[in-house]
């Protein structure tokens, strides 16, 4: 009679588990989670904090598909020439200037060993002026210096005057110019 119940409660479990993993497992494709992965600010402080270049930039170019290999990282992007308009904040050893031309790349796309480990499913972006929270990257292979934004989960596109709008997430979904000032006063 015991050896019934065990029998019973395992089965039980078992279609439960099943059940569970039919519902909700098979429904939640990783992919779906464009920027999950990617790190996510409380606040434009931190975000500026974070960044080593802050910039009012032009993109000027449509975005270039590219393939980079980094040991053993894959990664699909496209790059993007930006024209320098303001410069908010640099901590860079290397001199940027107003008027500069950089090479902006946003990864779409992270493999590593040939497995998919991180997808950013925003779109192209379109020409236009963008307040842009950078990092630099030398690329040795390549021998070229490269920026890339904090995170995907930022990019502000100009809607009008000294406003901008975070075009690729809701959080911090708007920021002026004015703000980034006095950020730059605070932080010094």
């Known amino acids: 009679m015991k050896k019934w119940k065990y029998m019973a409660l395992f089965l039980g479990i078992l279609v439960i588990g099943m059940g569970t993993y039919i519902i909700y497992g098979m429904n939640n ?40 290999e980094l040991d053993e990282q894959t990664i699909k992007e496209e790059v993007y020439e930006v024209e320098v308009k303001k410069i908010f904040k640099n901590d860079l050893d290397e001199v940027v200037n107003e008027g500069d031309i950089i090479t902006l790349a946003v990864s779409k796309q992270v493999e590593m060993n040939g497995q998919e480990i991180a997808t950013n499913e925003n779109d192209d972006i379109s020409k236009g002026n963008y307040l842009l929270f950078l990092n630099m990257f030398y690329d040795e292979s390549n021998n070229e210096t490269i920026f890339v934004n904090v995170s995907p989960n930022y990019l502000y596109k100009n809607v009008e005057d000294t406003n901008y709008e975070n075009i690729s997430s809701e959080s911090l979904e708007h920021l002026t110019e004015e703000k980034i000032i006095e950020l730059q006063k605070e932080h010094g």
């Open 29 to 68: 494709d990783s992919s779906d989670n464009k920027n999950a992965l990617s790190k996510m600010y409380n606040s434009e402080s931190e975000m500026y904090d974070d960044a080593e270049l802050v910039i009012k930039g032009e993109i000027v170019s449509d975005g270039e598909e590219n393939t980079r």
